[in-house]
C-alpha cells in the first residue's frame, strides 16, 4: 500500500525567510517515483519535480531545493527567501515506477503555505 | 502547445442526476488520468486511460466511468449523482514511455456542485 503525510498543514512566513515542507511516505515498492506539486487558487496543479528512488541526490532549481533521504522515507522540499507568489497549497506524491500502475499518483493531503508581505 | 483543457469549468447537478466531464489532453499525450479533490478526503485517482483502453483504475464505485476516443480526448461519466460527489475534477495528461510515471499536466478542473 502506498501512503504519503504530509504532517504540516498550514504553514505561514514572512516574506524572505525560508520554509521547509515536509513529506514522509510508505511503500511496498522497491523503485518508486516521488513528485511534488504546487496547487495555487487558481486550482490546476503545477509539476514542481519528480525523483526516483534510485537517485538520493539532493536537488536545486533556484529558489527551490528538494531533500531525498530514503533512509527515512522522506522527500522534503525548501523554499529560500520566500515570496509572496509562493502562497499555495504543495502536494507530495508517490507513485509505481513503470508497470500499469505508473501514471497511479498517491498524494499527501498537502500543505497551505501563506508568505505574509 | 495549448495545456490540458477542461470543459465545462463549473457544473451545478441535482441528486439522482448524471453529469458527463470532458478532458482534452496536451497534443500528442496519450495518457489521460482522472481525480477527485474533495476536502475530506483530498486528491484522489479515478482511473487512467490509453489507446482507448482503461489501464489503471482507483478504488472507486461502479456510478464513476470513463472512456477515451481516438484523439486521445478522455470524458468521464458519473450516474446517480450523491452529495458526496461534489468536487474538483482534475484530469492529466502525459506521454508514456517505457520508463512509466511521466510528468502529468494538469488541466484546471470542473468544479461539481450536487444540490
Known amino acids: 500500500a ?8 498550514e504553514i505561514s512566513v514572512v516574506e524572505k525567510e525560508d520554509v521547509t515542507l515536509d513529506c514522509v511516505y510508505e511503500t511496498r515498492d522497491t523503485t518508486y517515483y516521488l513528485f511534488w506539486y504546487k496547487q495555487p487558487p487558481s486550482g490546476e496543479l503545477v509539476f514542481l519535480i519528480r525523483r526516483n ?4 541526490q539532493n536537488e536545486i532549481s533556484g529558489r527551490y531545493s528538494w531533500n531525498f533521504q530514503k533512509s527515512t522515507s522522506s522527500f522534503n522540499f525548501t523554499i529560500t527567501a520566500s515570496q509572496v507568489v509562493d502562497s499555495a497549497v ?3 506524491a508517490l507513485s509505481p515506477l513503470g508497470g500499469t500502475g505508473a501514471n497511479n499518483l498517491f498524494f499527501g493531503t498537502g500543505t497551505r503555505l501563506t508568505v505574509i508581505p | 502547445k495549448a495545456g ?3 470543459t465545462p469549468r463549473y457544473l451545478i447537478k441535482t441528486r439522482g442526476q448524471q ?3 470532458s478532458c482534452s489532453p496536451i497534443s500528442g499525450h496519450r495518457s489521460v488520468s482522472w481525480y477527485q479533490q474533495t476536502p475530506g478526503q483530498g486528491l484522489q485517482f479515478l482511473f487512467e486511460y490509453f489507446s482507448e483502453t482503461q489501464r489503471n483504475k482507483g478504488n472507486f464505485p461502479g456510478r464513476f466511468s470513463g472512456r477515451q476516443f481516438s484523439n486521445s480526448r478522455s470524458e468521464m461519466n458519473v450516474s446517480t449523482l450523491e452529495l458526496g460527489d461534489s468536487a474538483l475534477y482534475l484530469c492529466a495528461s502525459s506521454e ?4 512509466g510515471a511521466n510528468e ?3 488541466g484546471p478542473g470542473t468544479r461539481l456542485t450536487v444540490l
Not at chain 1, 53 to 56: A, G, K, L, Q, T
Open chain 2, 104 to 106: 502529468q499536466f494538469f
Open chain 1, 90 to 92: 504543495y502536494f507530495c
Open chain 2, 4 to 6: 490540458v483543457t477542461q
Open chain 1, 53 to 56: 528512488s534510485f537517485d538520493e
Open chain 2, 96 to 99: 508514456l514511455t517505457s520508463g
Open chain 1, 2 to 9: 502506498q501512503k504519503v503525510t504530509q504532517a504540516q498543514t
Open chain 2, 19 to 21: 453529469v458527463t466531464l
